[in-house]
């Protein structure tokens, strides 16, 4: 447990008048909701709650005890009423006439939806014989890391006696399902004035008869254990001292932007992973310090740690005190294949004759001495979730080796968890990967109306997205859109003008740090002018050449140096236009800018395709609405040139075009989304026009 939150005691936020004329089952909830929004009480996804509840059958009209206990993959935090499995008592009991003994308890998972109330279609979890057989009315069990420190600890059951002594019981390791289920209910039989139990290795259980009681018990209990390891380890220099200095945090970020293309691309053979950095305080005080390579070494104690992070990290050979980036991203390569052979080698010590197949045998989690953490996974939510849960781990470790000996769960115990065929089930459950999951784009213009229906049809697909604008504020209102629709995960916002390299750089830097690398570029900025060419300045005809040649440049060149040190190709899209194609008249800078794009796409298309990186081309044509070059000056130059006004322009374009159709921002997502999916993985160098038709703009 961190010494900071241990300082930070826990808030008991239970409000008597919000409770008030609550049905038991809204109070579960109520109190669900409250243990899990914070984090030291318990991880994301860990732990459960339940309550036995007296409800009507809907059958017979009697009143029937009901057990009412989070369902399979559910979050406390976040849970809602239909997060809760409903199973009948009566019928949980009479499931033990039917175990057959410890061999076969993972059986028992089948009989559970035979007990299901009111055929509610929530799963019941593994963990629902836990929670039934504890003769108690309300039942919290926690993954805090104050208990779970004491749990991993080598004399868990003599410090768990230390400190609360008979109030809470301890059991050793037992993986979680039916048998332990019973193991519980004989504890509570056999020490009928516990308030609780330490699971070895795994968690807390807590119970009483009533739901505030249960909630102030549980936070009673673990305020207990992190007062004491306050008290106890406030002497005493974390994981055996300090070992390394922290890198300044604009030197830490930049050397994760060096790390992260480069990792990611070697462990996205399987699918594409994105990637999550932490450089938070309890993480650099565990990769700087002494002890963080043999405590690393000893694995993730906790089955929820080890189930999102694998058994152990990989520690990145880099020495901040010299930091040398390049010979670190040289001595990458070797240091994922041994990973890689060392997992593959423990899978086939460990697996059984009915076990799954090997999974990905690449780290989830990599460890920097005075960088910080690097995650990956196959979604972002994921990848920062596992990075959650190994501080979980960190602050475990912590506690554990500051007061006895720290211990990760044997090698077999592990193993037996990791590939249980229970969880095997569930991972063939979920749904199948979008089409884009696991990838990143970056859209320039990200804030103008073709760039953001481009980023959200690609969010619709499973993409993370970095919208890169110079329009600060306009940038700010297109992603607090998309992220109130797909979540503060996967979409990210930059301030970049195209035509600066530096802060091109700095943009696919920050992408990189803040997802892992770039597998999309939509090179979407720019700008329109009108005027007849006497009137063209050099000024305004230098302008449009920096925003819409010189900037598609700088973002490709960019965007190619990011994919080719990842390694696994990419797709390029550029934005150009009908007017590339076609000439406009009074337009003749904006025109010959575009048709530059066109050309240097097909420069790059040519470059890149020895490296999977596929270059193309979308051309619009009058897409008013939403896009920022139509506002103003632009939109009254073309108003005037074709003798109409603003009113009339967008229908002057329509009756215009072949189809006699607008062309909007959603029309070229869609050209936008085909370019850069596997739909179009054979197809570069190429032209998509969209723009409802127009015969002077036939590619030739």
């Known amino acids: 447990m961190s010494k900071a939150a241990a300082k930070q005691g826990l808030v008991n936020a239970w409000d008597a008048s919000k409770a008030k004329g609550m049905s038991e089952s809204e109070l579960l909830l109520y109190r669900s ?54 199973l009948y008592m009566d019928r949980l009991r009479a499931l033990k006439g039917m175990y057959r003994g410890v061999e076969f308890e993972d059986e028992m998972v089948g009989h559970l939806p035979h007990c299901t109330f009111n055929l ?69 039989l056999d020490n009928p004035d516990a308030r609780g139990v330490v699971l070895e290795s795994h968690g807390l259980f807590t119970w009483a008869d009533d739901a505030r009681e249960c909630y102030d018990l549980t936070l009673e ?106 010979a670190t991203l040289a001595g990458l390569p070797a240091a994922v294949a041994a990973y890689r052979e060392d997992y593959e080698a423990y899978y086939r010590r460990c697996k059984h004759e009915n076990s799954p197949p090997l999974r990905d045998p690449n780290a989830v989690v990599y460890l920097v001495p005075g960088v910080g953490m690097i995650t990956f996974a196959r ?69 103008g109306g073709i760039g953001s229906a481009t980023a959200e049809r690609y969010l619709r697909e499973g993409a993370c997205v970095m919208l890169a604008d110079i329009d600060e504020k306009a940038l700010a209102s297109a992603a607090a859109n998309l992220t109130g629709r797909y979540s503060g995960d996967v979409v990210r916002t930059v301030i970049m003008n195209v035509t600066d390299e530096t802060a091109v750089a700095a943009a696919y830097a920050e992408t990189a740090v803040e997802f892992g690398g770039v597998d999309i570029l939509v090179s979407n900025a720019g700008i329109a002018s009108s005027a007849p060419v006497e009137e063209t300045s050099l000024a305004l005809w230098n302008k449009n050449m920096a925003i819409l040649s010189t900037g598609y440049f700088l973002v490709s060149r960019e965007a190619f140096r990011v994919m080719k040190a990842q390694g696994i190709g990419g797709a390029i899209v550029f934005v150009a ?38 270059v193309n081309v979308v051309n619009p044509d009058a897409v008013l609405r939403g896009s920022k070059i139509w506002e103003g000056e632009w939109l009254d130059q073309r108003a005037s040139t074709y003798g109409t006004d603003k009113g009339g322009l967008e229908e002057m374009y329509r009756k215009r075009s072949m189809l006699k159709r607008s062309v909007l921002p959603e029309d070229i997502a869609e050209a936008a989304y085909f370019l850069a999916s596997d739909l179009s993985s054979k197809s570069t160098g190429n032209i998509i026009n969209v723009d409802a038709g127009n015969v002077q703009a036939f590619t030739r």
């Open 221 to 326: 209990i673990i305020q207990k254990a992190m007062d004491w390891f306050e008290e106890k380890t406030k002497d005493v220099p974390a994981f055996g001292g300090v070992k390394y200095q922290s890198l300044g945090a604009e030197a830490r970020r930049d050397v994760a932007a060096r790390l992260m293309p480069a990792i990611r691309g070697m462990v996205s053979g399987q699918q594409h992973m994105v990637g999550n950095f932490d450089d938070s305080d309890a993480v650099l005080e565990f990769v700087n310090s002494v002890d963080m390579k043999p405590l690393a070494a000893l694995g993730t104690s906790c089955p929820d740690h080890f189930l999102r992070t694998k058994i152990r990290p990989l520690v990145v050979d880099f020495d901040p005190a010299s930091p040398d980036v390049e």
């Open 577 to 614: 236009s009908k007017n590339g194609l076609a000439a406009s008249p009074n337009a003749s800078a904006y025109c010959t800018a575009k048709a530059s794009e066109i050309h240097l796409a097909r420069c790059l298309a040519l470059e890149g395709a020895d490296h999977g990186i596929r």
């Open 120 to 188: 509610n279609p929530r799963a019941a979890s593994i963990d629902t014989p836990l929670h039934a057989y504890v003769p108690h009315t309300h039942v919290d069990h926690m993954h805090p890391d104050a208990i779970i420190a004491i749990a991993a600890s080598k004399n868990s059951k003599e410090l768990t006696r230390e400190i609360f002594g008979d109030d809470i019981g301890w059991l050793p390791w037992k993986k979680p399902g039916y048998e332990l289920g019973l193991w519980l209910e004989k504890f509570c």
């Open 33 to 86: 909701n409250l243990l899990g929004s914070d984090k030291r009480i318990t991880n994301y996804g860990g732990g459960n709650t339940s309550a036995k509840v007296m409800e009507k059958d809907p059958l017979t009209g009697d009143a029937v005890e009901v057990l009412w206990v989070k369902g399979s993959g559910g979050d406390v935090g976040s849970i809602k009423m239909d997060g809760f499995a409903t």
């Open 379 to 447: 979604d972002r939510a994921t990848a920062r979730i596992s990075g959650e849960f190994y501080v979980n781990a960190i602050n475990v470790m912590r506690g554990s080796s500051s007061v006895s000996e720290y211990c990760g769960l044997p090698e077999q115990e592990a193993f037996d968890i990791e590939y249980w065929l229970l969880e095997e089930a569930k991972l063939q459950r979920m749904p199948k990967p979008k089409s884009l999951a696991g990838r990143v784009a970056l859209v320039t213009g990200g804030a």
